[in-house]
């Protein structure tokens, strides 16, 4: 699953999950369906505001390096502390989220890696296509939990993608009525576009496009739509 051959699936809302990809329009929280939508970042039209542009300046002085994704002990041991500081589900490893048990990967996958002096402080995963990455996983060690750094590797992804001549970085799924995913919209809400499934059509992100999106969803008489 590499080059344009990701690139066309997340162009269609498919995403990575281990080593296969799913799509979906609904998740289940707490007992409660919640309704999906994929988004998209045109990188193209991406201009950081003052949040972003303080982020940057606030964690310049740590180091950042890129390089292709290597499953290690350091890396897993930095993800089992930030895992144990959350308050929700999440995957039990990175071997668990990436490879399932597989043998070999079939994405091009790579890391960034932040370091404050030798110690890596944060790491975001992402797989690489043709024109596009697709974020995957973002970690942090908890202490520096304060500096947001799981929004500063989302705007390090981007300028990644920038540099690469990407088109698009894909951030995964937003949740209507779940406002815990909507930090995804932190990079630049006015070069996010969310996609209508039912057409395969990106449009500008706004919460009325969203919105729309789930009444079509609705009259079509979707048996799982709640919110």
């Known amino acids: 699953m590499k080059g344009n051959e990701l690139d066309i699936c997340l162009s269609r809302g498919y995403f990575r999950s281990r080593q296969d990809v799913f799509t979906r329009q609904y998740v289940f929280f707490e007992g409660t369906y919640y309704p999906a939508y994929w988004l998209r970042v045109d990188l193209a039209n991406v201009r950081f505001g003052l949040k972003q542009s303080r982020l940057l300046r606030v964690n310049k002085d740590f180091s950042v390096a890129v390089r292709p994704f290597a499953l290690n002990q350091e890396v897993e041991t930095l993800y089992s502390a930030y895992r144990n500081s959350l308050n929700f589900n999440s995957f039990e490893s990175i071997e668990a989220c990436l490879m399932g048990g597989a043998v070999q990967t079939l994405f091009d996958t790579y890391i960034i890696e932040i370091r404050d002096g030798y110690k890596l402080i944060a790491g975001g995963i992402f797989d690489t296509g043709e024109r596009s990455i697709a974020g995957i996983l973002n970690f942090y060690d908890p202490d520096y939990r304060k ?45 996010t576009q969310v996609l209508d499934d039912s057409s395969n059509q990106w449009h500008p992100f706004s919460w009325e496009i969203v919105t729309s999106l789930f009444l079509d969803r609705l009259a079509k008489g979707s048996p799982l739509a709640v919110r």
């Open 147 to 191: 500096l947001s750094l799981g929004k500063y590797l989302m705007l390090l992804k981007i300028q990644y993608a920038q540099l690469h001549k990407k088109a698009h970085y894909y951030p995964g799924y937003l949740v209507g009525g779940y406002s815990k995913f909507d930090y995804k919209l932190f990079p630049c809400e006015a070069a």
